[in-house]
């Protein structure tokens, strides 16, 4: 990757959440646009009497609920990720969700067509319920499949891009893996290389879903861990948590910054600024007078 392609993607990371929200949106107004020519060009073949702007008002306030449920689905994934280890249970929890996700998403879309038809001085029929919801979930299903497909493999190619860190395993002719109990280094796999970072430069950890994100010198490497059990792995003269969602590196802590709440503020050497939860600012001061003895020494 290019200086400038590395300048692109960090500019990428500190403002994701607009450009996601950009994306989710600009594959809305395709999806809706497309779809409505196709099924206006369907209802012009078969003959059928209907204004024009009928199959796109079905197709956006369809999409427009879906996108409205792109946050509860993402929140619903966190709680059952799909991995090695537990696609089983999460599919079939996954496919439970269908059902109420069908019925919120054709509720609120029959609603938003029966106002905008009653706007322009109509009315809007769904039909029988309990044919057309068997009709609409089969949809459903399928929508919330490919959403979640898509969902997935926009965290693998950001991941792939980013770099995805990982314990650096041993080599074969020392101990196993599962001896290294405090890993040096951390092994990160971009898409065009592979390097090594070494555990003592990375400034703090930050949880973040199913990761821990580890950021050095200004770039952030997701670590597919817990808080909890990468904290058992790193040197504790030199790590600590503060928070619980972040470790801090002593070593690059400048000073704590009190507040009012008993909670404090944390400035790194690199300007950065952490929360220290009260719940463990007595244990890092104590951490603090254990590091500054051995920096003497």
């Keep these: 990757m290019t200086e400038p392609q590395r300048s692109r993607l960090q500019s990428y990371l500190r403002h994701r959440r607009v450009f996601e929200v950009a994306l989710w949106v600009a594959f809305a ?23 024009w702007r009928e199959p796109f008002v079905w197709e956006y306030s369809s999409l427009m609920v879906m ?15 799909i991995r090695a280890d ?7 929890w996954h496919l439970l969700a269908t059902v109420p996700y069908s019925l919120v998403h054709v509720t609120a879309m029959v609603l938003i067509r029966q106002a905008v038809y009653s706007i322009a001085g109509e009315r809007y029929d769904f039909g029988n319920w309990g044919e057309q919801f068997g009709y609409e979930y089969l949809k459903d299903a399928r929508s919330y499949g490919v959403l979640l497909s898509m969902v997935y493999l926009y965290r693998l190619i950001l991941l792939r891009l980013q770099g995805e860190a990982s314990v650096l395993a041993a080599p074969e002719t020392g101990p196993t893996p599962e001896t290294i109990e405090r890993p040096e280094r951390f092994l990160v796999r971009k898409v065009d290389a592979e ?3 070494e555990a003592r430069n990375i400034e703090w950890l930050e949880a973040a879903e199913n990761y821990v994100n580890l950021h050095v010198r200004g770039r952030v490497y997701p670590l597919r861990s817990t808080m909890a059990a990468i904290l058992d792995r790193l040197d504790p003269q030199l790590f600590v948590r503060v928070h619980r969602s972040f470790i801090v590196n002593l070593a690059f802590l400048e000073k704590i910054e009190p507040m009012e709440s008993g909670d404090a503020k944390l400035l790194l050497k690199n300007g950065h600024r952490i929360p220290c939860s009260r719940r463990y600012r007595q244990a890092l001061r104590g ?11």
Excluded at 31 to 50: C, K, Q, S
Excluded at 288 to 297: A, E, G, L, P, T
């Design 67 to 81: 996108l409205l449920l792109v946050p509860a689905q993402i929140a619903f994934d966190r709680r059952f990720p």
């Design 86 to 92: 537990t696609w089983r249970r999460s599919l079939l």
């Design 29 to 51: 107004v395709f999806w809706g646009t497309a779809n409505g020519i196709v099924t206006t060009i369907d209802l012009g073949r078969h003959g059928m009497p209907f204004d």
């Design 195 to 197: 390097f090594l970072i």
């Design 287 to 297: 951490e603090q007078v254990q590091q500054s003895v051995v920096d003497d020494n």
